[in-house]
C-alpha cells in the first residue's frame, strides 16, 4: 500500500493534489460529476475584500497546449463568501479548504484575511500577490521584493492559519522575491502563477482578449514552473505548493522532485473536469512504476 | 454535466461551411432545448461549445458553422469517438405563451429546432423565422415546415425566401411569446422590435463551460451571470445591452 499523504505547514492532506485557484470555483460544480472529498484540499476562487465583476469579455483565448485567460479576479467579496459560498461549500466539502486571496492594497489583503482567519474550513491562506490580470495591485505585489515582504509581514499579523504566498512568474528572479516573503514570516511559497501572454486575430487583427494580455496557463508552461519550483526550493526553506501546466500523474512526480510538497492543477481541471480525480486514481500506479513508496519521501529529490 | 464518449454515426454537409454531425451515446444529461455540449477536439486545448439541435435517448444532432480550426476539424471527421460534455447552460423555459415565435439567425438557428418541437408536444402555435444571409446558407426549412404551424425564411441579400432581416418578417405576425438564438445584433434587434417578453440565448467565448472559470461572465439586471452555466438563455427583462 504506498503513502500518498503529505503535510503543509501542520496541515495534513491524503494526497498532494489541490485544485488551484480560478479553475474550480467554489467546488460545487465539480461535486456534480465526482466525490470531491477525495482531494488533498483546494484553493478557492480568488477572494477579494470587495465584489468584483472582472474584465470584459473576450476573456478566454485558446493557444497551443494552453489557453490565455483574463477574468480579472471575479468574485462575490469576502463577506458574501463568507456567508453564502463557504456554508454551501461545506454541505459538498468536509476537509480544509485553502482561501485564495487577492488584493489592491496591503489593508485590503489584511481585511480578507482577518476575517477568513475566523472560518474553521479554511486550513490554510494562500495570498495572490501576483494576478496578472489586474491594475494597480495583484502582480505589482509580486514582482517587488520589499513590497512581497510587506504584505506577508502584514497578513501574519492577522492570523493564525499557515499564510502561502503565491508568487508570479513574470519577474526577473524569483527566488529574490520568494525569499523576500520568507524573510517576512510566510509559511510557506505556492508558484507559479499564470505568465503574462497575448493573442492577437488574424481576421480582426485585434487582440483577442478584450484586456489585450492576460494569464497563459496549460500544459505548454509546466517545464517553467517545474524549473521555477526547483529554483525556489534551493533559496527559501519553507515548503511549497508548485502549480504550472500540470495534468497527470507524472507531473506530479516531476513537481515534487522538484521540491513541490503539495501540487495544484489549474486548467486542466477547465479541459478534463474529471482530472484530479483521475490523477488521484493513477499515482498509485505510476508510484509502484518508479518504486515509490512513500510519496513525501520524494520531495526535493532531484536537487 | 456528464462526461462520455460518443461516436459518429454522420457527418454531412448541409449548406455553405455548415455541417450536421449525428452521434450516439447517452445522453440522459441533456434536460432542456437550447443546452449545449462541449466537445475535446484532439490536438486542441480548450473544448469546443456547440449548441445541440436535436437529441433523443440514444442520439444527439448537431449543426454547426466552420468559423476556425475546431469546426473545421471536426468537419473533417467522418468516424470514429468524441469526449463530450453535456447537459451544459439552462436552456429555454417552455413555460411561457400559446402562440408563440422561435427566430433563428445562421447558426442560431438549430437549437430553435428541438425546441419547436416541443413547444408543439405541448400544443402551442408555434411560428418560425429563420434568417440566413443568402440561399446557399440556409438549411433545415423542411424539417421546421413539418412541424411548425408556419416558417418564413430570411435572407440579407434577398436570393431566398423574403429580403431582409427576420425583424423584417416578424412586424407583421402577431404573437403572445417569443424565443430567439443567434447573432448579437440580431438579438438586439429582435429586442427592439418586439413588445412580448421572450428569451434569448448568447454566445460568449467560453473556458469550461459548466461554470468553473468565469471566463464568460456577463452584467443583467438580476447580477451577474455566467453565460455557460447561468445561461446561455437570458429573459428580455434581465438583459442589459
Known amino acids: 500500500m504506498v503513502d500518498l499523504s503529505v503535510t503543509l ?9 489541490i485544485p488551484a485557484s480560478g479553475t474550480f470555483g467554489y467546488g460545487y460544480e465539480f461535486a456534480e460529476i465526482y466525490d470531491i472529498n477525495i482531494l488533498g484540499s483546494f ?63 496591503v489593508d485590503e489583503y489584511v481585511y480578507t484575511c482577518e476575517l477568513l482567519d475566523c472560518e474553521e474550513q479554511v486550513g490554510l491562506i494562500e495570498v495572490n500577490i501576483s494576478c496578472p490580470n489586474v491594475h494597480g495591485g495583484g502582480m505589482s505585489f509580486g514582482t517587488n521584493a520589499s513590497d512581497a ?67 497563459f496557463s496549460g500544459n505548454a508552461i509546466f517545464p517553467v514552473a517545474v524549473r521555477m519550483v526547483y529554483q525556489v526550493y534551493e533559496a527559501v526553506s519553507i515548503p511549497i505548493i508548485g502549480m504550472g501546466g500540470v495534468s497527470s500523474s507524472e507531473d506530479v512526480l516531476e513537481m515534487m522532485l522538484a521540491g513541490a510538497t503539495g501540487v495544484q492543477v489549474g486548467a486542466a481541471n477547465l479541459i478534463n473536469p474529471c482530472i484530479c480525480k483521475d490523477i488521484i486514481e493513477d499515482l498509485p500506479r505510476v508510484m509502484e512504476k518508479y518504486n515509490i513508496n512513500k510519496l513525501s519521501d520524494i520531495i526535493g529529490g532531484a536537487h | 454535466m ?30 432542456a432545448s437550447g443546452q449545449f455540449v462541449n466537445i ?37 471527421m467522418k468516424c ?42 405541448m400544443n402551442k402555435k408555434v411560428v418560425a423565422i429563420l434568417g440566413f444571409n443568402s440561399s446557399d446558407d440556409v438549411f433545415y426549412e423542411k424539417d421546421f415546415s413539418e412541424i411548425c404551424d408556419s416558417v418564413y425564411i430570411t435572407t440579407v441579400d434577398g436570393s431566398y425566401g423574403k429580403k431582409g432581416f427576420v425583424t423584417d418578417a416578424l412586424k407583421d405576425l402577431s404573437y403572445d411569446y417569443f424565443y430567439t438564438c443567434g447573432p448579437e445584433p440580431m438579438l438586439k434587434a429582435i429586442y427592439d422590435a418586439t413588445s412580448t417578453s421572450g ?43
Open chain 1, 43 to 105: 484553493s478557492f476562487k480568488g477572494t477579494t475584500k470587495d465584489p468584483r465583476f472582472g474584465n470584459p469579455t473576450p476573456r478566454i483565448a485558446e493557444c497551443v497546449s494552453g489557453m490565455i485567460n483574463s477574468v480579472g479576479l471575479q468574485n462575490p467579496g469576502v463577506h458574501a463568501v463568507i456567508n453564502e459560498e463557504l456554508p454551501k461549500l461545506k454541505k459538498c466539502f468536509n476537509k480544509k479548504v485553502i482561501a485564495n486571496v487577492g488584493g489592491f492594497s
Open chain 1, 9 to 17: 505547514s501542520g496541515l495534513k492532506l491524503d494526497n498532494p493534489i
Open chain 2, 40 to 76: 475535446k477536439i484532439e490536438g486542441l486545448y480548450l473544448r469546443r461549445p456547440i449548441s445541440v439541435c436535436d437529441y433523443d435517448s440514444k442520439t444527439l444532432t448537431l449543426i454547426y458553422k466552420v468559423v476556425g480550426n475546431g469546426t473545421e476539424q471536426m468537419s473533417k
Open chain 2, 2 to 31: 456528464k462526461q462520455s464518449i460518443f461516436s459518429i454515426i454522420s457527418n454531412e454537409k448541409i449548406a455553405k461551411d455548415v455541417f450536421k454531425m449525428i452521434l450516439s451515446g447517452d445522453t440522459s444529461d441533456i434536460t
Open chain 2, 199 to 241: 428569451q434569448f440565448s448568447f454566445e460568449e467565448r467560453m473556458g469550461c463551460g459548466f461554470g468553473a472559470c468565469m471566463g464568460c461572465s456577463c452584467k443583467t439586471k438580476y447580477g451577474n451571470k455566467r453565460i455557460c452555466k447561468d445561461g446561455p438563455v437570458l429573459v428580455k427583462e434581465e438583459i442589459i445591452w
Open chain 1, 149 to 215: 515582504q510587506k504584505v506577508t509581514e502584514a497578513v501574519k499579523k492577522v492570523t493564525n492559519k499557515p499564510v502561502y504566498i503565491k508568487l508570479s512568474p513574470n519577474v526577473t528572479d524569483i527566488t529574490e522575491i520568494a525569499k523576500a516573503c520568507e524573510a517576512g514570516g510566510a509559511d510557506g511559497i505556492s508558484l507559479i502563477n499564470t505568465l503574462l501572454g497575448m493573442r492577437i486575430n488574424l481576421n480582426t487583427k485585434k487582440p483577442v482578449i478584450a484586456n489585450k494580455m492576460g494569464g
Open chain 2, 80 to 121: 470514429g469517438n468524441l469526449d463530450i460534455l453535456t447537459g451544459l447552460g439552462n436552456g429555454y423555459n417552455l413555460d411561457c405563451g400559446n402562440n408563440v415565435l422561435v427566430i433563428g439567425g445562421g447558426v442560431g438557428v438549430p437549437p430553435m429546432f428541438n425546441l419547436a418541437k416541443k413547444l408543439k408536444a
